[in-house]
Nanobody, 124 residues
Framework: QVQLVESGGGLVQAGGSLRLTCAAS????????MGWFRQAPGKEREFVSA????????NYADFVKGRFTISRDNAKNTVYLQMNSLKPEDAAVYYC?????????????????WGQGTQVTVSS
């Protein structure tokens, strides 16, 4: 069983930055690819970014390319999402997820464990 706890969300002005952190309780954290998804009110959850177990491969949704950066520290069982140049449309609950699949999957069904989410609010 893997438990994931997100933190770092909050209120930020448009153009600002936040760094989300996902702490995992997993003795074999480095076995998992990790992903970030988000869900805005009234919308379906969508893929944001993912990183392979080694950190050598990353995926990004087109709408965050060049603004968000995913990284991980396997020694700390932690994955990060650095979010820059935030826009009001980035406001959502952001979820961290762990996958046993190879690479950094974009599909929700490929993820085995999910965190509870952290709220990101962007004011215009």
């Amino acid at each position: 069983q893997v438990q994931l706890v997100e933190s770092g969300g909050g209120l930020v002005q448009a153009g600002g930055s936040l760094r989300l952190t996902c702490a995992a309780s997993a003795p074999t954290f480095s076995n998992y690819a990790m992903g970030w998804f988000r869900q805005a009110p009234g919308k379906e959850r969508e893929f944001v970014s993912a990183i392979s177990w080694s950190g050598g491969s990353t995926n990004y949704a087109d709408f965050v390319k060049g603004r968000f950066t995913i990284s991980r520290d396997n020694a700390k069982n932690t994955v990060y999402l650095q979010m820059n140049s935030l826009k009001p449309e980035d406001a959502a609950v952001y979820y961290c997820a762990a996958s046993l699949r190879i690479g950094g999957p974009k599909e929700e069904y490929k993820y085995n464990y999910w965190g509870q989410g952290t709220q990101v609010t962007v004011s215009s």
